[in-house]
């Protein structure tokens, strides 16, 4: 006896609609393996529509007031706490996570952001007008850049959406937002919730795969494309962007180095790491995977993170002592096997490394000692639920190591004393530097990194700003 799948629809010019075609692809529930909804398959006809209606709105939300937007997001942060469970569902049957952790670590989080860039909204500032030539004023004016093209992942499906649209909306621009074809459900429930409160035709919503998200980048209309994924897929969407000179907002891979030195408390810092390396399965592009520690504290902290690792559950979302949920789809838990299977020979699995279970995509917490900086686990994401350990000898040494990748996005330093926490959080080429901590996120501060991590910022004032254009008036004081 088949069960009738749900049918999620596109968002698109206040309405929702199925793709123009009438393709659709299955969603699956990644804690069991099973589809249990439809979504459009968007194509180009659904693409010129969503860009139509986003062109449409933009001049008069460009010309509303930064306290017409503020109001409007204020409202919009009050119905996801009056939804909240609503968008808790979905978000758990779009990506199996714990319920009571999405309860409690992104609803919250998601409000708070909103509530921010309401604020924000209010507070955009430049340099004063003055006279830099006889007789003439200068004045810095910031304007939304237009409609936004904007891709969001499957890691962080609801919250990513937040991060992308919130301060899209604050500064005056319209959006069209692509989730994952992994993950469409909380986006669209997203797009109900939003839909009554923003103008029609300025949050639109479309669902598809890679290459709708192709389609959207390379639409003449959208002036920004912002994209949060893959190093491969930013690399795809700025050469496309590139073809007519499209802003490019990117928040990519990393690979976060923790920095383990001799006097940092070991309990401390092993219940630190191992809840921010196995956080959401590791799929986390912050996650604290990748741990150099001091030799002489090495063994005794590789036990201490065993030990950690053997004791963290993963299971069903409804599960109250489950730690995280199921690597997201079939791929990821082939990917997160493979760099397992494929370990060199003086690698050692310390805890974990393996499947849990037949069904669903769940993977053991995992520990991994014994590795050289060349190793492959080492210099690429594994975007799971494992934490690779390295020795090292000294503070030149580490330093090297930890800037030893591609990535550079965030870091970590666990250590008691301050002056060298100091240095390392000059001499580490991360975005982040957090010091005897690991992955707190606040909405006033940056989130964004260097090399093939991207480029731009997420959340805070920067954030804001990346939305918007400078404009330079020129006035006569004789006209």
Not at 362 to 378: H, K, M, P, R, W
């Amino acid at each position: 006896m088949s069960t009738e799948l749900r049918r999620l629809r596109n968002y698109i010019d206040g309405e929702f609609r199925d793709a123009a075609d009438g393709r659709t692809t299955e969603v699956v529930n990644p804690a069991t393996g099973e589809a249990y909804a439809t979504a459009p398959l968007s194509g180009q006809a659904d693409v010129d529509a969503a860009m139509a209606a986003a062109a449409a709105a933009f001049p008069a939300w460009r010309d509303s007031t930064p306290a017409e937007r503020q109001k409007a997001l204020l409202k919009i942060a009050d119905a996801f706490e009056e939804r909240a469970e609503e968008l808790i569902a979905a978000e758990v049957e779009n990506t199996g996570k714990p319920t009571g952790l999405t309860r409690d670590e992104e609803i919250p989080p998601m409000v708070d952001q909103i509530r921010f860039f309401a604020g924000a909204a209010r507070m955009l500032e430049g340099r004063s007008a003055g006279e830099y030539m006889d007789g003439l004023t200068s004045i810095i004016r910031r304007e939304p850049v237009g409609v936004c093209a904007q891709v969001a992942p499957w890691n962080y499906p609801m919250m990513m959406a937040v991060w992308k649209f919130a301060p899209a909306i604050a500064a005056g621009n319209t959006v069209v937002l692509k989730p994952s074809d992994t993950t469409p459900a909380s986006t669209v429930l997203i797009a109900d919730i939003i839909g009554s409160i923003l103008p029609k035709g300025v949050f639109n919503v479309l669902c598809g795969d890679r290459e709708t998200g192709r389609q959207m980048v390379e639409h003449p209309t959208p002036a920004m494309a912002s994209i949060t994924g893959s190093v491969r897929a930013g690399i795809s969407v700025a050469e496309s962007a590139s073809k007519d000179v499209k802003r490019v907002h990117l928040e990519l891979g990393g690979k976060a180095p923790v920095v383990v030195f001799e006097d940092a408390d070991i309990a401390t810092a092993v219940e630190g790491i191992a809840g921010a390396g196995y956080f959401n399965a590791g799929q986390d592009c912050t996650a604290a995977t990748r741990v150099l520690v001091h030799e002489s504290i090495h063994d005794e902290f590789v036990a201490a993170l065993a030990k950690a690792a053997a004791e963290t559950k993963t299971g069903l979302p409804d599960d109250e002592d489950v730690a995280f949920g199921p690597l997201n789809n079939p791929n990821q838990l082939k990917q997160v096997s493979g760099f397992i299977d494929r370990l060199p020979a003086h690698a050692k699995v310390e805890a974990g490394g393996h499947r849990v279970g037949e069904k669903g995509y769940f993977y053991a917490a995992t520990v991994v000692s014994g590795l050289n900086q060349d190793d492959e686990i080492i210099q690429n994401e594994v975007f799971g639920p494992v934490i690779t350990v390295q020795s090292f000898t000294d503070e030149d040494q580490v330093v090297e190591w930890a800037n030893g990748v591609e990535y550079a996005l965030a870091s970590s330093v666990w250590t008691k004393d301050h002056g060298r926490a100091m240095r390392m959080s000059k001499k580490l080429d991360f975005g982040c530097v957090w010091i005897n901590t690991h992955i707190p996120l606040v909405a006033e501060m940056p989130h964004g990194g260097f090399k093939k991590s991207g480029y731009g910022k997420d959340l805070s004032a920067y954030g804001f700003e990346d939305y918007t254009r400078i404009k330079h008036v020129m006035t006569s004081l004789d006209s």
